[in-house]
């Protein structure tokens, strides 16, 4: 079992910064593919971006490509996700999510991760 403990949400005007970081205890961290995902009120839990284990795959969504990074350190059992050029319509709860699969199939996909954090409320202002 792995836990995933999510932080670094916040309240930031449009154009500004944050850096969204999870934290993994539990069970080693070792082989798990990373997401993070995003969800609005009223709408669905979408996702966000994606790390491989060993970070040589990395892939985004078309409305955060440019904007977003994501990274990971697996000695601290940590994944970060820095949000840059924020708008008002990346205001969500984020998750993080983890799952230990050999491969990067349904990357996208939030039924695909075993694993979630419990969620870090980020907020834009226009």
């Known amino acids: 079992q792995v836990q995933l403990v999510d932080s670094g949400g916040g309240l930031v005007q449009a154009g500004g910064s944050l850096r969204l970081s999870c934290v993994a205890s539990g069970r080693t961290f070792s082989g798990y593919a990373m997401g993070w995902f995003r969800q609005a009120p009223g709408k669905e839990r979408e996702f966000v971006a994606y790390?491989?284990?060993?970070?040589?795959?990395?892939y985004y969504a078309e409305s955060v490509k440019g904007r977003f990074s994501v990274s990971r350190d697996n000695a601290k059992n940590t994944v970060y996700l820095q949000m840059n050029s924020l708008k008002p319509e990346d205001t969500a709860v984020y998750y993080c999510?983890?799952?230990?699969?050999?491969?990067?199939?349904?990357?996208?996909?939030?039924?695909?991760?075993?694993?979630w954090g419990q969620g870090t409320q980020v907020t834009v202002s226009a």
């Open positions: 790390i491989s284990w060993r970070a040589g795959s990395t």
């Open positions: 999510a983890g799952r230990l699969l050999p491969s990067d199939s349904g990357y996208y996909r939030a039924s695909a991760y075993n694993y």
